[in-house]
């Protein structure tokens, strides 16, 4: 049985591939934080900008087997003729608590590029076309290879350094987003300080969430 808090069709908005058309597919609850207010400063990740618990976002639910799901996500993309390789982004919540071999090769056979948003503390199933990690506080990492590393920055108990000689691709900073989040009183705002970091750090690159400023899911 899979859970599903929501799915939906849009522009990928952070990281490398920022503006490719996307299927999401979020799914329900993580391993480091309950998803509860009350909770939160007491958890392994504390800035979660998401909601991920419960079924009953927009096309979100409980789905007992590997081909509904899979035919459910494939029908958000548009068919239209066209040349564009279909592409479908699991995320959370945390995604690898649920996402399975099974699932991925559903969608590959349906034609669909596979991507996985994780923090990197479960080990990932063989086949996933395109796997960022994001690393969160002192937990361990499990995945320490991959396509992207997107680093929420500043976290204080995560540094840029820890990270720069894992097998990655791309490095991104993304600013932390401390909307409706208790801010630790820092000088300078997130995104001054991600700017800083870049430029002073060119293995570094800027991933700002360009779904936020536009006003899209
Ligand atoms: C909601 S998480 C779900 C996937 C997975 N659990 C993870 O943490 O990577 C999706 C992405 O949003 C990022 N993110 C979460 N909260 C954020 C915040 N307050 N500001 C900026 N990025 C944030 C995460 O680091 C991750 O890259
Ligand atoms: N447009 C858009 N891009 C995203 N990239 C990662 C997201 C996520 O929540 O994992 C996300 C999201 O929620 N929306
Ligand atoms: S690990 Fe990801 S989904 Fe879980 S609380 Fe942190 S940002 Fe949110
Ligand atoms: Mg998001």
Redesign the pocket.
Known sequence: MYHIKEAFYTLQG?GARTGRASVFCRFTG?NLWSGRESDRQHSACR????DFVGSNGKNGGRFADTDTLAAHLAALWPHLPTAATPYVVF?????LLQLDTPLIEAMQARGFEVAV???GTLPAPPGIDWL?V?P?GTTTLAIENGDEL?L?YPQHDAPPSRFASLDFSHFFL?P??TTG?ASCGQPTTPLDAALAYCLANPQWRLSL?IHKTLGIE
């Open positions: 952070e993580c800035f979660c900008d998401t995320t959370g919540g945390e995604p948003e994780t923090n960022c994001s969160k997107k929420v993304q932390m987003d989040i969430q």
